[in-house]
């Protein structure tokens, strides 16, 4: 297939952003287009820009090379050797200190449209676009050859593809593994179960948050709140928190987290784990905490629900700078993409305006250096936290 943009459409393909909207398509010159299929860009008058996946919808290719080059099995094995390399450059390759690290982060790592999550001897495939799925086993194969310590590569795509039709259903790419699996971060244990977590089985992206909480938990009752796997709560309860309290609708999740800080302490520690809405809790509990997180999922996954989103989270700012004992830390999160740093800082800052409370900015947080951004990319950079000191 060659695709052509229309006129003056070619200037971000120039500077190396990696999506190509449904708006800048002139023409396809293909007798079928091809859902997932490797596409060549051409600008209106006929320049060569790159190969790419195309599929339809508002990013109708995502980028994979501006290079005259094929996307085959020697192209994918090039990349994830490259992404290979950079966690071993940052110490996450063979460290028995850290089995769970992000290998392949879609457009930081040249890969737009594919995730790939590393838990022990397993790796989780992600597809975001028809292209990478339609591409598994090869991007299997090259796995598997780059990196000799996978043994098993489990597909969790369904609920990621705009078009989940076309992914009959989460499945093994390889042999099956025994489930869950036990990873060590920074000395701290989780059960992972890649066939039933949320997203690849577990929020890797706040693994150096998780290490900042664990230093500011000394002596204090932590409230951690849309717990998940208790994550946040494990580090608290190493770093020395008197009191922890997990809080997240779903009973499931609650399981997890009362399992992961029993593995990791047994039953010697103070900790609950409550099943309820959010919101509920926080309305009608007179407790307060010393140190509280706020990790919430993305309020907007598109630009059409950025008000609402924006409303939600200073609703839910405000709730817990009120249940936050004087001279307490508040670790609030957003993961909305479509949410900017400083609309996120400004509805924090109107939250604690509203509360009255004075507040000063300890740490700006982002993710991790296994999730990098492509300079040429910046929608890539999704997460965005502060840790504030609260009078």
């Not at 060590?184 to 179960?193: R, Y």
């Not at 577990?202 to 709140?225: G, H, M, P, T, W």
Request: net charge neutral; with cysteine.
């Amino acid at each position: 297939m060659k695709l052509y943009l229309k006129k003056g459409r070619e200037d971000s393909i120039k500077r190396y952003h990696p999506w190509i909207f449904s708006g800048a398509i002139k023409y396809i010159d293909a007798a079928n287009t091809e859902e997932g299929g490797v596409v060549e860009i051409y600008s209106s008058h006929g320049e060569f820009l790159g190969r790419g996946h195309y599929q339809t919808g508002s990013i109708s290719v995502r980028i994979l090379t501006f290079e005259d080059e094929n996307i085959d099995g020697q192209f994918f094995k090039n990349r994830i050797s490259e992404a290979y390399s950079l966690r071993k450059k940052i110490g996450l390759i063979n460290n028995p200190n850290i089995t769970a690290y992000r290998l392949v982060h879609g457009e930081g790592d040249r890969l737009s449209g594919l995730v790939i999550d590393v838990y022990g001897d397993t790796a989780v495939f992600q597809a975001h676009s028809v292209g990478m799925w339609k591409s598994k086993e090869i991007i299997t194969e090259a796995l598997t050859s780059v990196c000799k310590d996978i043994k098993h590569v489990y597909s969790k795509s369904l609920n990621a593809l705009q078009q989940p039709e076309l992914c009959a259903d989460d499945c093994w790419l390889s042999e099956k593994r025994e489930m869950p699996i036990t990873v060590n971060e920074h000395g701290n244990l989780f059960e992972i179960n890649p066939e039933e977590g949320q997203k690849t089985g577990f929020y890797i992206d706040q693994r150096e948050n998780r290490l900042l909480v664990q230093k500011y938990s000394r002596n204090a009752s932590v409230l951690n709140l849309f717990s998940y796997t208790g994550a946040f709560s494990v580090y608290a309860i190493r770093g020395g928190a008197v009191k922890t309290v997990s809080v997240d609708s779903s009973q499931k999740a609650i399981d997890m987290a009362n399992k992961n800080v029993e593995l990791n302490f047994g039953n010697s520690v103070n900790h609950l784990g409550k099943t309820e809405d959010i919101f509920t809790f926080l309305r009608e509990s007179d407790e307060k905490f010393d140190l509280i997180i706020l990790d919430p999922p993305a309020f907007a996954k598109h630009h059409s629900a950025l008000k609402n989103a924006l409303n939600s989270y200073k609703r839910l700012n405000v709730r817990a700078m009120e249940k936050l004992n004087s001279g307490g830390i508040l670790f609030t999160f957003s993961c909305s993409q479509a949410v900017s740093e400083i609309q996120f800082l400004q509805t924090v800052f109107s939250a604690a305006a509203i509360t009255g409370r004075k507040a000063s900015i300890l740490h700006c947080l982002n993710q991790p250096e296994d999730h990098p951004v492509n300079i040429y990319h910046p929608e890539g950079k999704y997460l965005k936290g502060l840790a504030l000191y609260l009078l």
